[in-house]
């Protein structure tokens, strides 16, 4: 099962780029990386997901290094309507197989000021 | 678009009292999940359904089971519930289990006294 540890909080202000870090010393081969984003009374919505490299989507950019032990989600100009817990999984889910890459952790919570 | 629909939104039951929580979705999806959020915490697998037909445990499904009725509908059932089980319970769907984006309802805020 390939742990994640996130920052529990991070502050940034609008307009400016935010990169959230997560670790994932003891991902596995056939693992996946993916982000949630969830507001208060909501469920979490899906933003980035990636296995190496980088990817990018009208939304997020994820970064993974050659290693794949850790990803940075990056969100290029956040606005206050950013602010929300943000999850990181690592995993892979397959029937059968086991649910590993449905472990959500404790997230990180993104505060935007104006 | 509805998207997955949870039913009810807010519930209040008593210690030893029975519920089924209900869940629908609306896009074709095979594989359904239920989840629990504590206050400040992440959320935790309790059952998911790969296919149609099909249920596996997640990582904490004492105290629940499942019936995924069709295609669409997935529910979870407390057969005697305890205060440990006040939460707030999220339903998900996803096109299959190959690691596909999960679509998740808006939630039921469940309080057991």
């Known amino acids: 099962l390939a742990k994640t540890t996130q920052p529990i909080s991070m502050d940034s202000y609008e307009g400016q780029e935010v990169n959230i870090t997560c670790s994932h010393n003891n991902i596995a081969t056939n693992d996946y990386i993916t982000w949630y984003q969830q507001f208060p009374s909501q469920g979490p919505r899906f933003i980035i997901q990636g296995y190496k490299t980088k990817v990018t989507n009208e939304v997020a950019s994820l970064f993974i290094p050659a290693d794949r032990k850790s990803s940075t989600l990056s969100l290029p100009r956040v606005s206050l309507s950013d602010t929300a817990v943000y999850y990181c999984l690592v995993g892979f889910f397959y029937s059968g197989g086991g649910a590993d890459g449905l472990t959500f952790g404790k997230g990180t919570h993104l505060i935007i000021q104006p | ?113």
């Open chain 2, 1 to 113: 678009n509805a998207g997955v629909t949870q039913t009810p939104k807010f519930q209040v039951l008593k210690t030893g009292q029975s519920m089924t929580l209900q869940c629908a979705q609306d896009m074709n999806h095979n594989s359904m999940y239920w989840y629990r959020q504590d206050p400040g915490m992440g959320l935790r697998l309790i059952y998911y359904s790969a296919s149609e037909g099909t249920t596996d445990k997640g990582e904490v499904p004492n105290g629940y089971n499942v019936s995924r009725l069709n295609k669409r509908e997935f529910s979870l059932r407390l057969e005697s519930a305890a205060p440990s089980q006040t939460s707030v319970y999220f339903c998900a769907s996803s096109e299959d289990d190959s690691n596909q984006p999960q679509h998740f309802g808006d939630g039921t805020r469940l309080s057991i006294l």
